[in-house]
């Protein structure tokens, strides 16, 4: 298995008077697609969110490239976690609906103050994974389709190259040929070594870029492993998910 990217040991977060997540422990291995699986409730999207900095972890230690990042002992802000090379990919998706599809790509890459200064090259090769972004460049955001927008999420977090992405469910409530499109997307951004942490529901699509996996129960982690492995468990699927992963081919 490859060298840690991301570290989570004993992890406790806390959300008022609520406790979350219960000493999550898992490893996300340097240039893979690793898998955050588990119920609705199980605590995937706070872990994204405490690994973010957007919530504080109040026990624990989470370190990124070896260097703590959250926890005790050392805890960045957001911006600082950012500038270190992660980008978080939120559920609600997080663009700008009255901002253009370049203002929105714009905004996110700090070294650009004008669409002269993205990196060109980067940026045709964000149009060859999502098209549509090249036609709609002048649109505003909130006028795309679920799937553009989704696809404007993800460009937004790479539109400058990041050592870790953090995706919450990029799937949901997408049409079937739009999530081959994300898929086929992700597993070109997985060649460029950049490491994902990718929360998803459509176990499917889970098989088809998992590389590593840890399955989520009642904020903790109950399983962890390789994807292929259970992939081909179908009695482990059943009892750590409920479901089989052959009922979504």
């Known amino acids: 298995m490859s060298t840690p990217v991301l570290e989570l040991r004993g992890v406790h977060t806390h959300i008022g008077a609520y406790h979350i997540l219960h000493g999550v422990d898992f490893t996300v291995p340097q240039g893979e697609v690793t898998m955050l699986l588990g119920r609705n409730g199980a605590g995937k999207t706070t872990t994204l969110r405490t690994v973010m900095g957007l919530w504080q972890a109040t026990q624990g230690h989470i370190t990124f490239d070896g260097q703590p990042i959250g926890g005790e002992g050392r805890r960045l802000a957001t911006p600082e976690i950012a500038q270190k090379g992660i980008a978080y990919v939120p559920e609600s998706m997080g663009i700008f609906s009255d901002l253009s599809v370049k203002e929105n790509l714009l905004l996110a890459a700090r070294g650009a103050r004008t669409a002269d200064d993205l990196d060109t ?8 994974l999502f098209p549509a972004l ?57 060649t460029t070594q950049t490491t994902i942490l990718l929360v998803e529901q459509n176990f499917a699509m889970a098989r088809a870029l998992g590389d590593s996996v840890a399955v989520m129960d009642d904020g903790r982690v109950v399983h962890r492993g390789r994807m292929d492995e259970l ?15 052959a009922a979504h081919q």
């Open 134 to 190: 090249k036609k709609f460049w002048l649109y505003p955001a909130g006028k795309l389709s679920g799937g553009q927008k989704q696809m404007l999420s993800v460009a937004r977090a790479i539109v400058e190259p990041r050592r870790l992405l953090l995706i919450d469910e990029p799937s949901k409530g997408l049409a079937p040929a739009i999530i081959q499109n994300l898929i086929s997307a992700l597993r070109e951004l997985k």
């Open 121 to 128: 090259q980067r940026l045709e090769w964000i149009f060859g």
């Open 231 to 245: 992939a081909a468990d179908e009695d482990l699927q059943q009892r750590l998910l409920g479901l089989s992963l």
